[in-house]
């Protein structure tokens, strides 16, 4: 196309172009930075125009303030402003709305465009697939998306990309690109479609997966009658999306990893081997054997969806191409970390989430497992965006959970805490934040362990996890024979501050940095609730608590200055339940005392997990000595009203003695009296 036609074609005023009307021109770009030679127009988004019409950023900087001044190499730049500061007169198309010069345009040269267009959609896979169609196409040349770029104004400006008439193009697209705003999939036309899944991705926007699985069908509208549908049979609403396909085209295939009559693939054999699946299907009365290097039945889905593909054009597929084919780095990703004392493998999957990829991971999690000996770990973030349906999409994880082969869950954020909760004969922990995360993960990567890294890429600190960990590793001086844990935790939590009573001097320090304890300080944050409301003694008759047993039960009659007394010395779980009852109308206000004591005396966010304080697998806690140290600065005499020592804890002590001259601030001991003597001593 040359400079003049664009300029007809989207009814602008040409600038700038004397002498140039006819210069050609051969691609479009509407990022700045991709604009490299004088045979690319540029597209300059206008921030109000683009954020209005594609719901682009409205803080985005404007495309013609990124123009270099100075840059000759650009051949036309179209724009609602004339540009008067280049240094060399570039061709320029002045135009009143961006976005409809680059619909406009982009439909025209659809319009001109002769050979195949594949469009991927669904809710998971559909990147897999693009990527790996694009690699067995990768003897012609092929158009695809720009890294992930996949929403409705990304699909016009992969339109505009056709002028440079490739062999195939194939288009992922996102519920934003055929959406009831605008489904792009008409203006597309593509000749294949496929539609990898539906499931509860981005559930926040709609009511029912019923919802998604009626908008992700709306890519067949742009098939015409002799295009191809091709569907995941395994898929939710998968009857639904064959019926809605054969309004627009008679060519329906189906693919599934069950040998179902209706599937138009049929499977031999799928065989799971270390690092790699090696896939066996019928064709034409023949086997033919695939290796895919993935771990993934998803990624044998989207195979199949390929192959489907690949025959409906017509093209024999090259196996080589399957074999070297690898997706994303962080989809289902093996990584060899090595340490000084072993090695292990994680899996890092933290690209992106929804439950049917996450059902997927753990999935594929089990089918590696019988290849390593150390332990096997799943460690789990949220699914992003779920909305008020995200406790119930969460909480259909919980029969993928129970039969993984998993000997250690680890959860992060509070969407996969009921999951946790309702979990039954699995060694399952949530964890309030990802350090503490971190620590254990870290404890439990022993020789050839292997460890998957699962959750959404966004809405979650889980993926730094995923980040740090690998490094972390590396630098990590952990034994390798650890039978527990938790026990090692309290080992490695030994720590004390010895303080002067008169100065609040720290005179003698132990292992502060690493200071950490498997249990909670609830016992002493309602002791020290009680101290703030300076409450006089009252009777208080004792409810029922799942904890109460001969000595503690219902009816039995105490007083306030009793449970503030029983706190001091590692009380047990149903006072802590009947003093945090008396003292808080509820779990709100309890909580939100506790966020306030966090937040006054720049404690721990891992202090208090669970209501009692007490050692509990499923909720892991932790304090340090530095925890305790601010308390004793700000509470010093109250803390002491009822003996000189505050104790917390079962498994290991940790707490504050006080001497006559100094007192002992200490984590994760067992042996009191060798504490009780230093203060003595001193």
Request: aromatic content about 8%.
């Amino acid at each position: 196309m040359n400079i003049k036609e664009i300029a007809d074609i989207i009814g602008g005023k040409l600038r700038d172009a004397e002498g140039k009307e006819f210069n050609e021109i051969k691609d479009f770009e509407t990022s700045y930075h991709h604009v490299n030679n004088k045979d690319t127009a540029y597209i300059s988004p206008n921030s109000t125009t683009w954020s209005k019409e594609l719901g682009r950023n409205k803080n985005a900087d404007e495309g013609n303030d990124l123009i270099d001044r100075n840059n000759e190499n650009i051949g036309l730049i179209i724009t609602e402003y004339y540009i008067n500061d280049l240094k060399y007169k570039i061709p320029q198309i002045i135009i009143k709305d961006s976005v409809k010069a680059l619909k406009t345009l982009a439909i025209h040269i659809r319009n001109q465009y002769q050979n195949p267009i594949i469009a991927i959609t669904g809710s998971i896979g559909k990147s897999s697939t693009r990527m790996l169609i694009s690699s067995l196409l990768k003897d012609y040349k092929v158009l695809e998306n720009r890294g992930n770029n996949n929403v409705r104004g990304s699909i016009y400006a992969l339109m505009l990309k056709l002028i440079t008439n490739p062999d195939f193009a194939v288009f992922e697209m996102s519920m934003n690109a055929i959406n009831y705003r605008e489904n792009t999939s008409q203006i597309v036309k593509p000749d294949i479609t496929i539609l990898t899944g539906i499931g509860a991705a981005h559930y926040s926007t709609f009511d029912s997966i019923q919802q998604i699985a009626e908008l992700k069908a709306r890519i067949f509208s742009g098939l015409n009658h002799d295009g191809f549908a091709i569907i995941n049979n395994d898929t939710m609403h998968s009857d639904y999306l064959k019926n809605h396909a054969s309004k627009y085209t008679q060519n329906i295939l189906a693919y599934s990893l069950s040998n179902e009559q209706n599937s138009d693939i049929k499977i031999k054999k799928i065989e799971y081997h270390k690092g790699f699946i090696e896939l066996s299907i019928f064709n034409d009365n023949k086997i033919e054997k695939y290796h895919l290097n993935t771990l993934s039945e998803g990624m044998v889905l989207n195979a199949l969806a390929a192959i489907l593909t690949l025959k409906s054009l017509k093209i024999p597929i090259v196996k080589k191409y399957f074999k070297a084919f690898k997706t994303f780095p962080k989809v289902l990703n093996m990584k060899q970390i090595e340490t000084d004392n072993h090695d292990l493998t994680l899996i890092d999957d933290t690209h992106n989430a929804s439950l049917p990829s996450m059902i997927n991971a753990i999935k594929a999690f089990n089918s590696q497992a019988k290849f390593f000996s150390g332990n096997k770990v799943i460690a789990l973030g949220k699914i992003n965006d779920l909305g008020n349906k995200s406790k119930e999409i969460h909480l259909e994880l919980l029969d993928v959970l129970k039969d993984s082969q998993a000997d250690y869950i680890l959860c992060l954020d509070d969407d996969l805490r009921p999951v946790v909760n309702k979990l039954q004969n699995k060694h399952v922990t949530w964890y309030p934040n990802k350090e503490l995360l971190t620590f254990d993960l870290k404890l439990l990567c022993n020789e050839d362990a292997l460890v998957l890294l699962k959750s959404s890429s966004g809405g979650t600190e889980f993926p730094s996890i995923a980040r740090k960990l690998p490094n972390i590793l590396k630098r990590s001086r952990i034994p390798n024979d650890i039978k527990n844990h938790f026990e090692e935790t309290t080992n490695l939590g030994h720590s004390y501050l010895v303080i002067d009573n008169k100065t609040n001097e720290v005179i003698e320090e132990h292992n502060i940095n690493n200071s950490m304890t498997i249990e909670g300080l609830g016992p002493l944050i309602y002791y020290l609730n009680a101290i703030d409301k300076n409450l006089v003694n009252t009777k208080i008759i004792m409810h029922e608590w799942p904890t109460n047993n001969e000595k503690y039960y219902k009816g039995k009659e105490i007083n306030l200055y009793y449970l503030l007394e029983a706190m001091s010395f590692s009380p047990h779980p149903s006072l802590t339940y009947e003093l945090s009852d008396y003292l808080f109308q509820n779990s709100l206000n309890r909580k939100l005392y506790i966020k306030h004591c966090i937040n006054t005396m720049s404690l721990s966010t891992t202090i208090c997990t669970n209501l009692t304080g007490r050692f509990r697998i499923k909720e892991r806690q932790s304090f340090t000595v530095s925890d305790l140290f601010s308390i004793y600065r700000k509470y010093k005499e109250a803390l002491f009203k009822f003996n000189n020592e505050f104790i917390i804890g079962t498994k290991a002590r940790s707490g504050l003695i006080r001497g006559e001259d100094n007192t002992i601030i200490f984590t994760s001991y067992n042996n009191l009296d060798e504490l009780r003597r230093k203060v003595i001593n001193k």
